[in-house]
């Protein structure tokens, strides 16, 4: 483990995990909501499964966080300012993805130093948690795996993005999900803890390495033979899936929050994501 890696963890161990709670936000991210929508709506079945009513605010948007690295603190803040009046009430707060939960998490208190909203804005990261964080450490959901209904052979890879790994140190709460999923596999490609290329902003400034960054660990991965790719990020996700369609290979990929809900109720995960939106979208309008 790099010192990196060891000043995260370490971090993140520190914190002090709440009961399960009654409610709960969730933080559906840009990405998830633009193109992974079916890992959305599998979290908030897993959080309903474990008996916690799931509110997830129609006003949120972005974290901030493309503003936020490219060094425009004002323009983050105005965008910021919205996810504090749609997180406030003082329950937690799920976020879908390692590099959102970072920004909420860590950096939101450096963005309000000194600002009116500050207090805000530590509670708020205070009680926001990463997907799997949340799930491990919190419902103690690797517990409960063993009872999945699926537990057909499924060998995996598993790839952690660096904001999950590096920023808020929940690499072994990921693989601790999927390791214990009966009949699942998880390999491990070469260089395991590189990034991928993505970055956010760096694979639109630096697209030449960064292609070549996904190249090199499209390739690791698919050397592996595995059967799917799982990863709690949606940047990754789509940087690594991409690249592996242009380079011809078939390889299905999956948010870590959609494994977890197909294998443990069984069925095709796509048609159960589909009726269970329609339904949620449903409850969602009779409520509105």
């Known amino acids: 483990m ?14 002090v ?9 969730l933080l559906g991210t ?26 997830f605010p129609q006003s949120q948007s972005c974290c901030g966080q493309p503003a936020y690295n490219s060094g425009y603190d004002e323009q ?13 009430a003082d329950i937690p707060v799920v976020v879908m993805m390692g ?12 963005l309000f130093a000194g600002q009116p909203e500050e207090a805000a804005a530590i509670a ?3 009680r926001s948690y990463e997907f799997s964080e949340f799930m491990v450490n919190v419902l103690q959901l690797e517990q409960q795996l063993a009872q999945a209904e699926d537990q057909s052979p499924l060998t995996v890879a598993l790839h952690t993005s660096c904001s999950a790994r590096r920023g808020m140190g929940v690499a ?3 693989k601790a999900l999927v390791e214990n999923l009966p009949g ?17 902003t760096f694979a639109v400034k630096q697209g030449d390495i960064s292609a070549a960054m996904a190249a090199d660990k499209a390739s690791a991965i698919a050397a592996t033979g595995c059967q799917r790719l799982v990863s709690g990020d949606c940047g990754c996700l789509m940087n690594i899936s991409g690249t592996l369609d242009r380079q011809e290979r078939a390889l299905p990929v999956q948010h870590l929050a959609s494994l977890l809900y197909t294998r443990l109720n069984g069925g095709d995960g796509s048609q159960v994501s589909q009726q269970r939106s329609q339904q949620y979208n449903k409850k969602s309008g009779e409520k509105a």
């Open 2 to 15: 790099t010192e990196q890696n060891t000043t995260a963890a370490a971090s993140r161990q520190s914190r």
């Open 17 to 25: 995990y709440p009961p399960k709670p009654e409610a709960v936000y």
């Open 30 to 55: 840009c990405l998830v909501d633009s193109f992974y929508p079916e890992a959305g709506m599998d979290a908030i079945a897993l959080l309903q499964h474990a008996g916690i009513e799931v509110i």
């Open 76 to 88: 983050a803040r105005a965008v910021a300012r919205t996810q504090l009046q749609a997180f406030a």
């Open 99 to 110: 590099s959102c939960a970072g920004m909420v998490h860590k950096e939101y208190p450096k």
């Open 124 to 126: 708020l990261a205070a």
């Open 172 to 174: 072994a709460e990921h």
């Open 184 to 200: 699942v596999q998880v390999v491990e490609p070469e260089r395991v803890a590189e990034c991928c290329g993505f970055g956010g």
